[in-house]
């Protein structure tokens, strides 16, 4: 009764890539910094081989933590051969299907993007105009803009480093379902400038103290292959996806969908969805997307570091309910450094620690691509390889 359980920690980074550069990422270690400035309390990702796999990702153990003799787990990093360094690269990858076209990115100057797509969106959204049509930190834009948008009834609309077009919108001053309505034709605009996702980004509040909440939603163009995802539920198998994970592969290879608010609620509903999909062949995909959006890109290193401590103290939770046959992979899709300038991105390998009752323990080393994971759930779940990667079990 072979079960797969991963648990992606979006953004969580262990160190610049060998093409770093060509990103402008080459100082860029989220875990390694994070560990610099500040008391992590993680015993559980430690014994697990976090420590080991970062030292294998740059070459040292990170700072102020102290590493275990006895590791209990797989431990390495992975190098990314997708071009980018976005969400949906990161995820297919993982699943097999690395990106190996261009995506379309939005200038940085302002207005950022081009005018005869601002105006077709205009006419079919039936919307009076747009805010920003700028490059903007989520969160500042809705307090910049809040005011404005409330009154004219216009979305703010933004970019970021990623190949994404994004549009914010007050949830009751505009509508959530409006809301989702004008991104959903935003998407079929963008599509011709081959962009990775529009994102609907529903905020409240009022006067300048504006907030985003849990109604995000991410509508990602169509993976180019059949990922893992795909091909485990052609062969019979289950695929359980929590948090945003559905969104990032368009909805394609999906048994079922589970949506909550917050790395807490996401960690939760795992240990649900664990308890209740008991059967041969599931997979169960978590990404626990706080790291990312609400600590990555804000430049919040404390923050950042409490939700480390937080998700491993629930660790243990999750050991204890683990099956005979249960693989469990804690791994990341990208990195973002909240110690770099500016709020996007950063090329960086990823973690591959991997688990179980039955899982050997031992260092994996640096794998060549993402892929790697995926190949070996493959091979786990005992169905055809994947035409990508590697496995390390």
């Known amino acids: 009764m072979a079960r797969a359980i991963i648990l992606l920690m979006d ?11 060509n990103y402008g990422d080459v100082k860029a270690n989220t875990f390694g910094h994070i560990a610099e400035q500040c008391p992590l309390q993680i015993p559980n990702l430690l014994q697990l081989g976090l420590g080991n796999a970062l030292k294998i990702s740059c070459g040292h153990y990170p700072a102020n933590l102290v590493i275990p003799k006895k590791i209990t787990a797989l431990y390495g990093c992975a190098s990314e051969v997708s071009k980018g360094k976005d969400t949906p690269s990161g995820h297919w990858e993982i699943a097999g299907v690395p990106v190996t076209f261009d995506w379309g990115y939005f200038a940085t100057q302002i207005p950022c993007f081009p005018s005869e797509l601002i105006s077709e969106f205009i006419t079919q959204a039936k919307i009076p105009g747009v805010l920003g049509n700028k490059h903007a930190s989520g969160t500042e834009i809705i ?5 404005e948008h409330s009154k004219t009834g216009m979305p703010i609309v933004y970019t970021s480093g990623d190949s994404v077009f994004q549009i914010a919108a007050h949830e009751q001053h505009f509508g959530l379902k409006r809301l989702y309505e004008i991104c959903d034709i935003a998407r079929k605009l963008v ?10 980004r529903p905020f ?7 907030y985003r909440t849990g109604n995000r939603r991410d509508l990602a163009t169509s993976p180019p292959s059949a990922t893992l995802l795909e091909q485990l539920v052609r062969q019979g198998g289950t695929t359980i996806a929590i948090g945003k994970t559905a969104d990032i592969f368009a909805h394609q290879g999906i048994s079922e969908e589970i949506h909550a608010d917050g790395n807490e609620a996401l960690f939760t509903a795992t240990l649900n969805a664990m308890q ?7 997979l169960i995909f978590s990404n626990f997307v706080d790291f990312d959006s609400k600590y990555g890109h804000r430049r919040d290193v404390l923050g950042y570091a409490a939700a480390l401590d937080a998700f491993d103290h629930r660790l243990p939770e ?6 005979p046959d249960d693989l469990v992979i804690i791994t990341a899709d990208h990195g973002c450094d909240p110690t770099m300038p500016g709020s996007d991105h950063t090329r960086e390998n990823i973690p591959v620690l991997a688990f179980g009752p039955h899982i050997p323990h031992g260092s994996i080393g640096k794998r060549s691509t ?9 091979q786990h779940l005992a169905i055809k390889p994947l035409t990508t990667g590697s ?3």
């Open 276 to 282: 209740k999909n008991t059967a041969d062949k599931t």
């Open 318 to 323: 999750l050991q204890k309910i683990l099956l």
């Open 143 to 147: 307090n910049e803009l809040g005011d």
């Open 370 to 378: 993402f892929a790697d994971i995926g190949q070996s759930i493959a």
């Open 11 to 21: 953004s969580f980074g262990l160190g610049a890539t060998d093409d770093a550069a």
């Open 204 to 210: 409240l509040g009022e006067q300048g103290n504006y």
């Open 191 to 200: 599509d011709p400038y081959n962009i990775g996702r529009v994102i609907a």
């Open 391 to 393: 496995s390390f079990l």
